[in-house]
T-cell receptor
Framework: EAEVAQSPRYKITEKSQAVAFWCDPI?????LYWYRQILGQGPELLVQ????????DSQLPKDRFSAERLKGVDSTLKIQPAELGDSAMYLC???????????FGPGTRLTVT | AQSVTQPDIHITVSEGASLELRCNYS??????LFWYVQSPGQGLQLLLK??????LVQGIKGFEAEFKRSQSSFNLRKPSVHWSDAAEYFC????????????FGAGTILRVKS
């Protein structure tokens, strides 16, 4: 069964450093999402791509976060500089579009020290 | 604004007992609804979904949920809980009018005692 791949699974970084996460969605899924999940809370959407275009980044802290999906396939989420409050699980999901279910990857657990 | 409320942060049930997890939503559009489950340190797995039609939907692992428009609820049920059901459960709501993005509740942690 096809899965969403994410790497790394765990990342520890010092504040003010740069960090990047990678996501490879299920083949053929045009829509890709990045979520942030703070401990004890539900996932919150950071950015949504349709193919290579951003369709929603209203909750993305654009002063430090960036996301790209250059060829409309895999995607990278970057934080620079990282802050203590960025410690969270970063989840990637993909779907075939529309009101279809989103398939989630295993996530990247980020700890900022 | 769209919101999802899961009133119970923690629930503990005995193995073999029935389970109901509550979910209420506030949405300015016709919603579609999901329940996801998350084991510690893992991603989210879809249990079931409701788009339209029959308001009682069946999912994986013996779970079901009922959509009640008049109560803005989508409660998750299971007649007999197994120890392996211990996990965190998230209700999520989306709508085409809001670009199909999902809004999640804060989750309910299920503990199963033997």
């Amino acid at each position: 069964e096809a899965e969403v791949a994410q790497s790394p699974r765990y990342k520890i970084t010092e504040k003010s450093q740069a960090v990047a996460f990678w996501c490879d969605p299920i083949s053929g899924h045009a829509t890709l999402y990045w979520y942030r999940q703070i401990l004890g809370q539900g996932p919150e959407l950071l950015v949504q791509f349709q193919d290579e275009s951003v369709v929603d980044d209203s909750q993305l802290p654009k002063d430090r976060f960036s996301a790209e999906r250059l060829k409309g396939v895999d995607s990278t989420l970057k934080i620079q500089p990282a802050e203590l409050g960025d410690s969270a699980m970063y989840l990637c999901a993909s779907s075939s579009g529309g009101p279809n279910e989103q398939y989630f990857g295993p996530g990247t657990r980020l700890t900022v020290t | 604004a769209q919101s999802v409320t899961q009133p119970d942060i923690h629930i503990t049930v005995s193995e073999g007992a029935s389970l109901e997890l509550r979910c209420n939503y506030s949405y300015g559009a016709t919603p579609y609804l999901f329940w996801y489950v998350q084991s510690p340190g893992q991603g989210l797995q879809l249990l079931l979904k409701y788009f339209s039609g029959d308001t009682l939907v069946q999912g994986i692992k013996g779970f079901e949920a009922e959509f009640k428009r008049s109560q803005s609820s989508f409660n998750l049920r299971k007649p007999s809980v197994h120890w392996s059901d211990a996990a965190e459960y998230f209700c999520a709501v989306g709508a085409r009018e809001y670009g199909n993005k999902l809004v999640f509740g804060a989750g309910t942690i299920l503990r199963v005692k033997s």
